[in-house]
């Protein structure tokens, strides 16, 4: 690294060795807020993404009728939700309408799959009664209609009770989501400084985002503070990556914003 802070910087800068390639600035330190980066290589396990990569939204499968997924392992009352609740509320909630209407972050046949939690009491009687219906909301995000969709299904019955649509929700990205931001700011002109940077740290080409540590944040606009290209963000799912070379520095990359509703990537200026 002291070589390419020389090349770089001209310079060496205590505490931290940098390397800048236009924009992106390589940190030897971890950047404020993400400490907890993906260790998992950013591939997106466990979600919709890639599953029907190069399908379009509209693409329709032949029907087949399903069994009902296996009960397996089951919790009581207020304990967290076992894995095997988790894989069957997963496939429970998403079918039918939202299976075949819903598009994945990479244009795939499915809303995004987020994340499945216990879900609360429905009334203040259910809170202290040990038999009380047992729920779990399954959230997605659904790409062609920027809608936040949760499913609250019952593991007793394994009946969906609801199903809300929410704009301008925006949770926290999913590892697939951030795998796609990577991807599309890899694939754009803005990614060359990302590009140059990981080279200088590896001697190797940026390709692909499984060779990067991934973590990213929602990104909201705000009135006149960013290009007009990232003005529907928050209407827009819009991601800010923080990424980290494998066993190496972390790249900022703060200034780039990735519109994954409009696949587009965009600058912010520095003020």
Request: charged letters at 25%.
């Given at each position: 690294?002291?070589?390419?802070v020389r090349r770089?910087?001209g310079?060496?800068?205590?505490?931290a060795?940098l390397?800048?390639?236009?924009?992106a600035?390589?940190v030897?330190?971890?950047?404020?807020?993400?400490a907890g980066?993906?260790e998992?290589?950013?591939?997106?396990?466990?979600?919709?993404?890639?599953?029907q990569a190069?399908?379009?939204p509209?693409?329709v499968r032949p029907?087949?009728?399903?069994?009902?997924?296996?009960?397996?392992?089951k919790?009581t009352?207020r304990d967290?939700l076992?894995?095997?609740?988790i894989r069957?509320v997963e496939?429970?909630?998403?079918n039918?309408?939202?299976?075949?209407?819903?598009?994945?972050?990479d244009?795939g046949?499915?809303p995004?799959?987020?994340?499945?939690?216990?879900a609360d009491?429905a009334?203040?009687d259910?809170?202290d009664?040990p038999?009380?219906?047992?729920?779990?909301?399954?959230t997605?995000y659904d790409?062609k209609?920027?809608?936040?969709v949760?499913?609250?299904v019952?593991?007793d019955?394994?009946?969906?009770?609801?199903?809300?649509?929410?704009?301008?929700?925006?949770?926290?990205?999913?590892?697939?989501?951030?795998?796609e931001?990577a991807r599309l700011?890899?694939?754009?002109?803005l990614?060359?400084?990302?590009?140059a940077?990981?080279?200088?740290?590896t001697?190797?080409?940026l390709?692909?985002?499984?060779?990067l540590?991934l973590?990213?944040?929602?990104?909201?606009?705000?009135?006149g503070?960013?290009?007009?290209?990232?003005?529907?963000?928050?209407?827009?799912?819009c991601?800010?990556?923080?990424?980290?070379v494998?066993?190496g520095?972390?790249?900022d990359?703060?200034w780039?914003?990735?519109?994954l509703?409009a696949?587009?990537?965009?600058?912010l200026d520095r003020?």
């Open positions: 690294m002291h070589e390419i770089h910087l310079k060496v800068v205590a505490g060795a390397a800048v390639a236009g924009t600035v390589m030897g330190i971890t950047l404020p807020g993400t980066a993906d998992g290589g950013g591939k997106g396990g466990g979600t919709q993404a890639g599953q190069g399908q379009g509209d693409a029907g087949v009728v399903e069994r009902a997924p296996a009960e397996g392992k919790g009352g967290p076992t894995g095997d609740e069957r496939k429970i909630a998403l039918g309408q939202l299976l075949n209407a819903g598009e994945t972050v244009g046949r499915g995004q799959r987020l994340g499945v939690d216990l009491p009334t203040a259910e809170l009664d038999n009380a219906p047992r729920r779990a909301d399954v997605f790409y209609t920027d809608e936040l949760t499913r609250t019952d593991l019955t394994g009946k969906v009770e609801r199903t809300t649509r929410q704009h301008g929700v925006q949770p926290p990205l999913s590892r697939a989501e951030n795998a931001a700011l890899i694939a754009d002109p990614g060359a400084d990302l590009k940077d990981y080279k200088d740290a001697g190797h080409e390709t692909s985002p499984d060779q540590l973590n990213g944040a929602v990104y909201r606009a705000i009135p503070g960013q290009p007009g290209a990232l003005d529907k963000c928050g209407e827009h799912r991601v800010r990556l923080f990424p980290k494998k066993n520095p972390w790249i990359a703060r780039f914003v990735v519109d509703s696949r587009k990537v965009a600058r003020h």
